[in-house]
């Protein structure tokens, strides 16, 4: 069964066929979600999250051939979430006076893989529309979908993001 076949499924309550939609897409979302978030735990957690989400909303979705853009809509704002609730998990720990592990920046990148580095470097939205399209896979038009932007406009984040990441490695 191809992928809209699936879609048609699982909007009609085939179980069996929202799992193969899972399986085809978990390795994209994860990987997205890991970059974006940068902590393996918080990933999976948006990634259920998201997931979740997906499985109870699926009926609602109108275009099968969306699919991908609207999960990753999903994913995305869940993401979100996670971001916040991280931040505010370090406020009432800084509030409260409980010593983490502190870093140095240069410890910090030190740490981080190159891309992980680079992506740094960038706003959110950047950082955001770069994950979407070189991790996810994503169309400009179908990140148009999920970050409300035209998709020229994508076009031309992704293009000058990408310029500032290739600056920051020196290639």
């Known amino acids: 069964m191809d992928e809209k076949q699936l879609v048609l499924s699982a909007k009609n309550g085939d179980k069996d066929a929202f799992s193969e939609l899972y399986i085809l897409y978990k390795d994209r979302l994860y990987r997205y979600a890991l970059y974006r978030i940068g902590n393996a735990d918080s990933a999976e957690d948006a990634v259920s999250s998201c997931v979740l989400s997906a499985f109870e ?14 999960i990753f809509k999903i994913l995305y704002y869940a993401c979100n979430s996670e971001i916040k609730a991280i931040a505010n998990r370090r406020n009432i720990a800084d509030i409260n006076g409980e010593e983490g592990r502190t870093l140095s920046f240069d410890a910090a990148l030190e740490e981080k893989t190159e891309l992980q580095q680079a992506l740094s470097i960038l706003k959110e939205e950047e950082k955001s529309i770069v994950l979407l399209s070189v991790v996810s896979g994503l169309s400009s038009k179908e990140i148009s979908k999920i970050s409300d932007l035209s998709a020229g406009a994508v076009r031309s984040k992704l293009s000058r993001s990408l310029k500032k990441m290739r600056e920051y490695l020196g290639d």
């Open 57 to 70: 909303q699926i009926g609602r979705l109108k275009k099968p051939e969306a699919f991908s853009a609207w």
